[in-house]
């Protein structure tokens, strides 16, 4: 690996090699079809794949940026154990970036990144594999500036999985971004709904509503331009749901807040869930549409 870039590329780099890896054990699990599927809590369930993919990822990651603070979605993950998991390969794409100036200073005590080694496991369990993603995401100051969206399930000519990477200041990579629908579409949960969500999706006035999985691949809709704005007014998403995502909407020059509009923090003491929803679009308007919709009471009963 190049020990000149800037420490913010090298994490990045190698944090989209660590993706693939991850994908890669997503797939294999679900492969072996021995999911050991453990219930964490209402409507929330946690795999074999969740397991060892945020393994990988710890132990990898840890392994070669000792000081940078890593939070992950699932208990319970010794990492002494994972030398079979060990990925240290750093991307090369990545690693030819021009840093910004404004990410060269940047140490590994000020980064915390949030991993989420499987976004969408309700529907890896139920078979709607293309909606699953693994997500990293990469915040200085408690605002999120890089991170990698990969889906293992993505079907190219020649290999399976794809992985899209946003940095603040440089861009995004991975995919071919889209403008958005000339209709308005929303994207929102298909396994997490409850009437408020449908209440805050029905304001919208929208054209079409998708129900897909993971904040990651709703996020890549936006990207892709299949969906016009990202509504979830519910608690349930967690930091690690949205900082990855986040963070490539961002580089992308989207946007991505809470239903009342306002940005979460990504420090390590931050409490995990976001409880005031999620709202996000490609572009400023979109997003200040989407914001003045939802009415004042459904702001209110998720702040309260
Ligand atoms: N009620 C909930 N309980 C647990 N996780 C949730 C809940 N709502 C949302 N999530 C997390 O946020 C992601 C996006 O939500 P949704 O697909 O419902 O829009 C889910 O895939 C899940 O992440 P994960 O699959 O990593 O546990
Ligand atoms: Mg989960
Ligand atoms: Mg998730
Ligand atoms: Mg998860």
Redesign the pocket.
Known sequence: MSQTAPLIVRLLASSVSVANRAGKIVRDIMSKGELGIVE??????QTEA?RSAQRCIIASLSAQYPKVRIIG?EDGNEIQSSHEFLETDADKEILSLECPASLKGIKEEDIVVWV?P??????YTQGFLE?VTVLIGISVNEKPIGGVIHQPYFKNENKMGRTIWGLKDVGVGGFTPGNPPESLIIT?????SNPIVENALQVMKAAQVLR????GY?VLQLLEGKASIYV?A?????K??TCAPEAVLNAAGGKLTDVLGNFYKYGASESRPNKTGVLAAVNDELHNYAVQRIPQELKDKLSA
Request: overall charge negative; charged content about 40%.
């Open positions: 964490k809590g209402k409507d929330d369930y969740d979605e989420d499987l976004d969408g496991t309700a529907e909606h929102t949960t298909r396994s997490h897909v999985g993971g904040a709703k979830f519910s608690p349930g998403c967690k690690w749901d």
